[in-house]
Every structure is written in C-alpha cells, then in structure tokens.
C-alpha cells in the first residue's frame, strides 16, 4: 500500500499562483462593487437590483456577496449532448477536459474548390457542419462566417437551421436578438422532443457579447435572459483588444473582461440558479502598427490562459480561443499561429476553445485551417495526456523478457499498447522519401485541400428526425413572413 504518492494524470501547466489569482479576483470584485457597468436593459436592471446590486441609471454597481452567491450556484460540471444521442459526441464540461470548434461571423470565406476568398454564403454552413462533423479532434460546430445571400435579420437563423441537420454535434449559436434566438431554440427543441427533454438534454449553446469597456449593450443582455428563461446554457464572452478596449497589461484586461463576463453570470444565476454559465473572453493585443486585433500573436495565448485560470478558480468554466491565425491563406504562418494557441489552449484545460479556422484577423473563417488544425489539436491532446505509471506500463517484467540485444516488435505488450500509446496522424506525414516522391510530393496545405473536399463530398451525418425536418421548414417560412412584414 502506497502512502502520499502524487499522480499526474495529465500534463498542464500554470500561469499564475493562487496568490495572484486571488488578487485578481478581489480586483474583479472591485469593479464590479466599485466602478460598476452600463447596463443598457430596463428589464434586466431590475432583475439585478432585485438580486441586490445598486442601480442609477444604466450604472449597476454589484457587491461581491452577490457575485458569490453567482458563482456558488454556477455549475463547474455539466453536459451539452448530441442531437442524435450519440454519446461519442456529448461534451462533458469540467476539470481537465478541453473541447475546440470553429468560431462564428467573418463576412468572408476560403472556397474549398477554387481556394479564393468571398462572401459567406448559406452553403457554407453546410459545408462547415458537414466537416465538422467527421473531424475526430472537433466537437463543437460553429458556422466560421455570416450568410450573406439571405435577409440580414435571418443570417443567425439560416445558419443554425442549415448546420443543424448536418452535425450531431453540439452547435454553439449566436443570434441578433429575441426573435431570431426563438427560432433557433424551436428547431433544438423539435428534435430534443420538446421543453421538458431539451432542459434534460440541452444539444446548443447560446453565445452573447458585450462591450468593452464595461457596457452590456441591450441585444447581449436580452440574448441573456432568453437563454435563462428556457433552459439554455449561456456564453457571455466579451472580444477586448488590449492597448484599445482594455488595459494594455495582460492582469488588466483579464480583471476587466472578467466583470464584463460576471455581469452576465450574476443575471443568468438570477434568473435561473444553476444555469451552465461559460465565463468568455477573446483577449489578443491591439497591433498598434496594423491597428486591428491580432489573432496570431503570442499574447492571445498568454491572456486566455491566464483568463482559464482566473475562471477555474472561480469554479466555472472558460470559454476559449486558439486554432486562429492572422495569415490570409493556408501556409506556414497559418499552421505555426494555429498550431501552438491550440496547444496552450490544451495546455491550460480551456473548456471550450473556439475559432478553430479564423484567418485574417478573423475578417475570414476558412474550414482549410480547421481541417489542419484538427491534426494539431490530436497532436496536443496526445501530449496533454502525459504518461501513465503503474505495473504494466512500467514494463519491467517485460526488458527482462526481452533482454540485452533483443526487440519488441512482437511481443505482446507491444501488441497491447502500441495503438493507444502512438498518436497517429491524418495529414503529416511519414512516409520514406521514394513513397512520397511516388504519390506526387504533395506538400501539407494540397492535402489538407484533398481531405477537405473528400469530407465535405462524401461524408453523411445522421439524419434529424422528420418532425425536425418539418418543424425547420416551417420555423423558416414564418420567419421570412415575420422579416416581410418589417419591410
């Protein structure tokens, strides 16, 4: 029998000690109590003053008993499931486990078959849903652009209606407002089988943003307390350039984005104690020779892990970045950008890393990048997995039975481990000189091309149920009567 021997289960690493965390936190507490947000919402005003926060006019100020009581009803743990009861598709939120998908709203994408840049359009959706659904590494959806070739008002809409037939998959959603977030949740609760079985098996994710620095605008707030009133588990993310928005020093704008996200958090646990609650934040530098917000730089990474951190200690999870990249094409600055934010993401045990396939300072989503990306991710999930020590693993018993001079490829221990042991690529690879020279020299960006157009063509994902499939049609045609009658 063992005594006091630690395991490492996995491989992590820390940025900051319990003691900054801590001060952070009381810095975070500060804002809140001392300083205070716009809050740009009457109804969501008084919903906050009722749970005891100080409000003069759009300012509402939180004392930290109440920010407390928040987290303390806020779960760590919780699952999001597979529309179609695949349970090698639910995402399990909690200690130690990462999840990566796409992110939502660039107004452009990288067509897979002539490889140019354009406007988003409704197919893409599908192309993005259908892809991510057979990625191995990717477990959320996300669309990766903003349709462009239907009505304005109805792009959040389109979108959800057109990934969700195409992935089993957890979508994370966004919406512009009220009307647009009912659409979408009447097609998740379709194929959930009604209120009672979603709010048991919730299959989305609703995503909300307000604005830095300190405002929570009214169409964020009113997403909020949508997603309270039906059972939706919620992000409240904010998007912070550092040097811009927030603090140009990295505790800065974590303390800042922090109260932004809790302000959401203290609404939604309100509303609905219990409630799954993602603290958000996409936290890069203000690149102030370009003047935009940089999506490869080193700082990103650094912030995130930090703000992962803050959010574990607080005892809820993170909603992360990484998987994105400033480069305008699939090349090599895209793969080393992409490559090492997922692996700091994976790193830190972001809980659910999205913009896997942002390019362009996110001006570009491009399902190329999340394709290499995805071979990046199983690279860092192989080493965030570290080495397991016991009997067998060891392998003592085993030296000996091979001995000096000897070899393991046929031994049996060999013939146990090796598939799990070995991470396997789909796209590096591996092959001897002669065997790649023979199949064409084809570099890495002409097949992750290939695998690309491959998935998107042939793939097939379990079908929604046919009341979903009518209850789609239908959501949509009053949709279009409801954008008709605006005009």
């Known amino acids: 029998m063992r005594a006091n021997y630690r395991v490492n289960s996995g491989v992590r690493f820390e940025v900051l000690s319990k003691d900054q965390l801590q001060e952070m936190f009381d810095g975070v507490l500060h804002v809140m109590d001392k300083i205070g947000l716009d809050v740009h919402h009457d109804r969501a005003r008084e919903i906050l003053a009722g749970a005891g926060a100080r409000v003069e006019g759009k300012r509402v100020q939180i004392p930290p008993h109440v920010v407390k009581r928040s987290l303390a009803t806020a779960p760590r743990s919780f699952t999001i499931y597979a529309r179609d009861g695949n349970p090698a598709h639910d995402i399990h939120i909690g200690p130690g486990r990462s ?24 197919d893409d959706a599908r192309i993005v849903a259908t892809v991510c659904d057979a990625l191995p590494n990717i477990d959320f959806c996300e669309s990766l652009g903003t349709i462009s070739d239907v009505h304005t008002d109805l792009a959040a809409s389109y979108e959800f209606a057109t990934m969700f037939p195409k992935t089993s998959k957890p979508i994370v959603a966004w919406s512009y407002g009220w009307d647009d ?60 350039l550092a040097g811009g928005t927030a603090p140009v020093t990295p505790a800065g704008i974590i303390i800042q984005t922090t109260a932004e996200s809790f302000m959401g958090l203290v609404l939604s646990q309100t509303i609905r104690p219990g409630l799954p609650f993602f603290m958000g934040g996409v936290l890069s530098v203000m690149d102030m020779s370009a003047m935009i917000l940089t999506y490869g730089a080193p700082e990103l990474s650094l912030m995130m892990a930090g703000a992962t951190e803050l959010a574990h200690y607080c005892g809820i999870p993170l909603w992360q970045t990484g998987g994105c990249t400033d480069s305008k094409c699939l090349d090599e600055q895209a793969s080393l950008e992409g490559s090492l934010s997922v692996f700091f993401s994976a790193l830190s045990g972001g809980d659910l890393c ?126 279009e009567e409801r954008v008709k009658d605006k005009s």
């Open 99 to 122: 999840h990566f998908g796409p992110g939502p709203t660039p107004p452009n994408f990288i067509d897979i078959e002539t490889l140019e840049r354009r406007p988003y359009v409704r």
């Open 181 to 240: 977030s009912n659409d979408i949740h009447q097609i998740a609760v379709a194929e959930a089988g009604g209120q009672e079985a979603f709010e048991k098996r919730p299959n989305y994710v609703h995503y909300c943003e307000p604005l830095s620095p300190l405002v929570s605008t009214f169409e964020a707030v009113d997403k909020v307390i949508f997603a309270a009133e039906h059972g939706v588990p919620v992000i409240f993310t904010t998007c912070a």
């Open 354 to 479: 999205h913009d896997v396939g942002y390019t362009e300072s996110g001006m570009t989503g491009s399902i190329l990048q999340t394709v290499m990306m995805d071979e990046a991710i199983g690279y860092s999930r192989r080493i965030c997995r570290g080495i397991e020590v016991n009997e067998e693993t060891l392998a003592v018993d085993v030296i000996q039975d091979v001995g000096p001079d000897g070899h393991y490829l046929y031994h049996d221990h060999t013939m146990r481990h090796f598939k799990t042991e070995f991470w396997y690529p789909n796209l590096c690879d591996r092959r001897n000189f002669e065997e790649w020279d023979a199949d064409g020299q084809k570099p890495m960006r002409d097949r992750v091309v290939e695998r690309t157009r491959e998935i998107a063509a042939t793939h097939e994902p379990s079908p929604v149920r046919p009341e979903t499939e009518k209850a789609i049609a239908e959501i949509m045609e009053a949709a």
